[in-house]
């Protein structure tokens, strides 16, 4: 299997080579050239498979430049008990007849990044052994929350491996940023920036594009890359828990081989939604991948129209997670729909620079149409939303999971659908239990109190233990204090290389 970029001018080249340089050097995301189709025959077979044998087998034939017995070690070591606290890995949980819910949250650090993450830094270690990569890898990660900790967890003291985040000041909350300060590990590096996220974001893309940022690095034996979801090898792994999901349902006999079912996607990049993508296209029985948007509803607007408009006012959400205004992951669905026309790619994406705004073809807004359905939740609506799940099922669900699930019924009545649907579970509720706890405690018996205090009430109330990654997080040392300014930032990042050289020396 070979790589090639979506705009057209880089590759094809093997998944390793893809894997190390995380994004196309001309400036496109890396998408397989061949199809991987899979037999209702192997689907069938996966029903009494463990969930790391259920990766090894749909890695094998993306990594076809990894040996059998590496890409066994890598999922063996990356969906551990040390890991992951369930089993399962992603267990299923069968709310009514037709409803179940995907929980990707039993990782580290109780966010579904943690599935790609855990074995990321090991899929990225063998792709530098394969491509006889002498530097060493910096890590850079500009985070709203979720993406710094799982990358900070996955990467923590892996050989020939550097970690930075950064993080604005004033825009995590506190469970997320006691999650990052705490963070122990000899190659790591977490710093607040002062201002918001995309001060943040906009800082680290700099340093990314800046040759003498890169130069000065490679002095000290570091090459930057990037551990978000433009990277083939966080994108992957996602796919193996959509057919997950469909065995165990096969395996309950809640659904028949081959017969279709629906997945529901709380979405803000379009990573996660276009693993579903990839799985259906591998022959996994997909009828429809439902998008749910919060108020940054430019997807939602996207597959009504074919107009990807991100001219409009960014919104802090209880959702945060999904505030987000460029889905970058949109540009490979593109690439697929297109019958790979990088050209087209190209000017949507040249349009999206110039304009914030494009629009495609009748033909490709149909197929996006035919395969996607979505609709958003605005905060009230998911609040509700939390509280009518455990009115109904007496199951305690995170405010992006509650989006999940308000489209979910939207989905119904607007379509009348009631083929088998699995909701995907995207975070723990006690990552993000302030609104959890508010919607479910009430105003008048959470007002004043801090999220620490906020966990124990909701464990009391749910009668569910907080999970290892939160539970003791308020009493941990904190390691990492620095805050700097945005321009502070590139001196930051070669201070940081030269300790670490030094480390390593
Ligand atoms: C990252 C994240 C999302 C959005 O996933 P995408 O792949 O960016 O679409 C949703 N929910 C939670 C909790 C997340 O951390």
């Known amino acids: 299997m070979l790589y090639t970029s979506t705009r057209g001018n880089y590759g094809p080249l093997p998944a390793a080579g ?57 999922v063996d070591n990356a969906y551990d008990a040390g890991s992951f606290d369930h089993p399962d890995v992603a267990p299923l949980v069968d709310l009514d007849a037709g409803l179940s819910v995907l929980e990707l949250w ?71 940023k006691m999650q990052m300060v705490t963070q122990e590990g000899g190659n790591v590096g977490v710093y607040a920036v002062r201002g918001n996220f995309d001060d943040t974001q ?6 990314f594009g800046d040759a003498d940022m890169q130069h000065a690095a490679a002095e000290r034996g570091y090459k930057f890359s990037s551990a978000n979801s433009i990277n083939w090898g966080r994108l992957v792994p996602q796919i193996v828990y959509y057919f997950s999901a469909y065995a165990d349902l096969l395996a309950r006999k809640r659904v028949q081989p081959g017969e279709a079912v629906n997945f529901v996607v709380p979405t803000g990049n379009f990573g996660n939604i276009l693993a579903g993508f990839y ?20 997807l939602t607007d996207f597959i ?38 990088a050209a087209r790619v190209r000017q949507w994406m040249a349009d999206l620079m110039a304009k914030g705004r494009y629009t495609v073809d009748d033909e490709t807004r149909e197929q996006v149409q035919s395969l996607f359905w979505s609709e958003y939740a605005d905060d009230t609506a998911t609040m509700s939303s939390i509280k009518d799940t455990h009115r109904r099922y007496g199951y305690v669900v995170d405010t992006h999971t509650a989006v999940g699930l308000y489209v979910y ?32 405690l009430g105003e008048e018996q959470t007002s004043g109190r801090d999220e620490f205090e906020l966990l124990q009430m909701l464990s009391d109330f749910s009668g ?28 930051a990042v070669l201070n940081f290389v030269a300790q670490n050289q030094q480390r390593r020396n």
């Open 464 to 491: 569910l233990p907080v999970p290892p990654g939160l539970s003791g997080l308020s009493r941990r040392p904190v390691r990492h204090t620095t805050v700097v300014d945005r321009e502070q930032m590139p001196q």
């Open 304 to 341: 009504a129209t074919g107009t990807y408009d991100r001219n409009r006012d960014f919104k802090r959400t209880i959702s945060p997670s999904m505030d987000i205004l460029i889905s970058s992951n949109l540009e490979r669905l593109l690439y697929e729909l297109t019958g790979h026309d």
């Open 106 to 176: 039993h990782g580290p650090t109780c966010a579904f990044k943690d599935m790609a993450l855990q074995i990321l830094p090991h899929l990225l270690v063998k792709s530098m052994e394969k491509t006889d990569e002498d530097a060493g890898i910096l890590i850079l990660v500009a985070t709203s929350g979720d993406t710094g900790k799982a990358a900070l967890e996955g990467f923590k003291d892996v050989p020939r491996t550097a970690i930075m985040v950064f993080y604005p000041e004033k825009g995590v909350s506190q469970v997320q």
């Open 279 to 298: 799985a259906k296209q591998m022959g996994l029985p997909v009828h429809r991948l439902v998008c749910a948007a919060n108020e940054n509803n430019v």
């Open 409 to 440: 019924h939207r989905y119904r009545q607007s379509t009348g659908d009631e083929r088998p649907t699995v909701v995907l579970s995207t975070a723990s509720p006690f990552k993000f239990n302030a609104s959890v706890a508010r919607a479910l």
């Open 18 to 74: 893809a894997i190390k340089l995380g994004i196309a050097p001309d400036g496109g995301l890396f998408v397989p050239t061949d199809r991987v189709m899979l037999s209702v025959e192997d689907i069938q077979a996966m029903t009494h498979m463990s969930y790391q044998q259920r990766a090894a087998n749909i890695l094998g034939p993306y990594l076809a430049d990894f040996t059998p017995n590496e890409i066994k070690r890598s």
């Open 202 to 207: 906009s800082g680290v893309k700099a340093i």
